[in-house]
T-cell receptor
Framework: SQQGEEDPQALSIQEGENATMNCSYKTSINNLQWYRQNSGRGLVHLILIRSNEREKHSGRLRVTLDTSKKSSSLLITASRAADTASYFCATPISGGSYIPTFGRGTSLIVHP | NAGVTQTPKFQVLKTGQSMTLQCAQDMNHEYMSWYRQDPGMGLRLIHYSVGAGITDQGEVPNGYNVSRSTTEDFPLRLLSAAPSQTSVYFC????????????FGSGTRLTVV
């Protein structure tokens, strides 16, 4: 498997600021996904980006994918206290698969 | 739609006991997977299925069995519970390569004593 590794492990910001989380992976993939997990709950899918896409948006979320650097980033703009959660990137169990494997996540705290 | 339903929500087992964690989805999803989540470890893939009758091992399959006799159900069996299997277990399903991510259940918190 080739779990992505998120960086930083923890991030603490003030409401209104932007939050950026990064994910690096090791081998070629056809897609990368981002998920959010509120404490003690199941994961919620945020965005899936395919290898032929460089950038994708969903509301205040912006995901980029750089296949040459084997990295992705998740940007949350104008953060709110409700964005406090853990964020995970997910890479396929094998390059062409859509079965995700997960990294250890970034814990984001947004202070009101 | 109920989405992905996991039962039970909590379970305490004694070492050596066996049990089945249930997972059902009503979205006609082809793909289903089981994950375990331990503190500081993220989620680890146990077993997965890309359709009825098809299952495969994930990253940490030892001590677990699965079957997929219907599209809707994907039970996870613990053969002989060990304290190392104390964890939160999540079941998830998706359309696979059609571009939507996984829908997760709310989890089963299992303690093995």
């Amino acid at each position: 498997s080739q779990q992505g590794e998120e960086d930083p492990q923890a991030l603490s910001i003030q409401e209104g600021e932007n939050a950026t989380m990064n994910c690096s992976y090791k081998t070629s993939i056809n897609n990368l996904q981002w998920y959010r997990q509120n404490s003690g709950r199941g994961l919620v899918h945020l965005i899936l980006i395919r290898s032929n896409e460089r950038e994708k948006h969903s509301g205040r979320l912006r995901v980029t994918l750089d296949t040459s650097k084997k990295s992705s980033s998740l940007l949350i703009t104008a953060s709110r206290a409700a964005d406090t959660a853990s964020y995970f990137c997910a890479t396929p169990i094998s390059g062409g698969s859509y079965i995700p494997t997960f990294g250890r996540g970034t814990s984001l705290i947004v202070h009101p | 739609n109920a989405g992905v339903t996991q039962t039970p929500k909590f379970q305490v087992l004694k070492t050596g006991q066996s049990m089945t964690l249930q997972c059902a989805q009503d979205m006609n999803h082809e793909y289903m997977s089981w994950y375990r989540q331990d503190p500081g470890m993220g989620l680890r893939l146990i077993h997965y299925s890309v359709g009825a009758g098809i299952t495969d091992q994930g990253e940490v399959p030892n001590g677990y069995n699965v079957s997929r006799s219907t599209t809707e159900d994907f039970p996870l069996r613990l053969l002989s519970a060990a304290p190392s299997q104390t964890s939160v277990y999540f079941c998830a399903s998706s359309w696979g390569n059609r571009g939507n991510g996984y829908t997760f259940g709310s989890g089963t918190r299992l303690t093995v004593v």
